[in-house]
């Protein structure tokens, strides 16, 4: 009897952390997503100006949360036509045969330097592991903020443009990431 009270007791205190947890929309007007890379002697600069999904998170218990995100490729932006159109083109993302690029967590992890998002990345049709450090910036009413941040390599998922001709010397390899989302809480 003392066991199953015990047992009991250990459920009542898991339930208010679990029932905690809310669903988040992204909210694409006051979200970005936008990226370097090395090009020739500079950084180049561009963004996605889209991005949905939907955010699982109770900033009690992070370690329960879950979190997907879809990002069309055809909202690549960077200031020139030109570059835009040859970003969706086979030499890089393949926009045709796949027009989205996405991400689903596999796991939450709190750790001393922040929280930690582990998932699956998916661009041209390739799933590869990612470890996003995300920054909750915390709620104000119905809305969450999240500063995000991760560091890629093209060649992973099969961009190699340009690769083998210059060794790296026009575009670089590492494409470092950054994530701004507001979240909007979904209505029950």
């Known amino acids: 009897m003392k066991r199953a009270l015990s047992g009991l007791a250990i459920l009542a205190l898991t339930l208010p952390a679990l029932a905690a947890a809310e669903t988040w929309e ?81 796991k939450f992890v709190q750790t001393d330097d922040g929280l930690k998002v582990e998932g699956v990345l998916n661009m041209r049709g390739v799933d590869k592991p990612v470890t996003l450090d995300v920054e909750y910036l915390g709620m104000m009413g119905d809305v969450a903020g999240f500063s995000v941040s991760t560091k890629l390599n093209r060649q992973d998922w099969g961009i190699s443009w340009n690769r083998a001709l210059d060794n790296g010397a026009l575009l670089g390899d590492d494409v470092t990431v950054q994530i701004e989302i507001e979240a909007k809480k979904k209505a029950a």
């Open 26 to 106: 992204i909210d694409s007007a006051h979200s970005t997503v936008s990226y370097k890379i090395r090009h020739m002697l500079s950084n180049l600069t561009g963004s996605f100006g889209t991005l949905s999904g939907t955010i699982e998170f109770d900033p009690e218990n992070p370690a329960a949360g879950s979190v997907e995100v879809t990002i069309p490729v055809s909202s690549i932006e960077t200031h020139n036509e030109k570059r835009n159109a040859h970003l969706q083109s086979e030499d890089f993302f393949d926009a045709a045969n796949h027009p989205n690029l996405t991400f689903k967590s596999t």
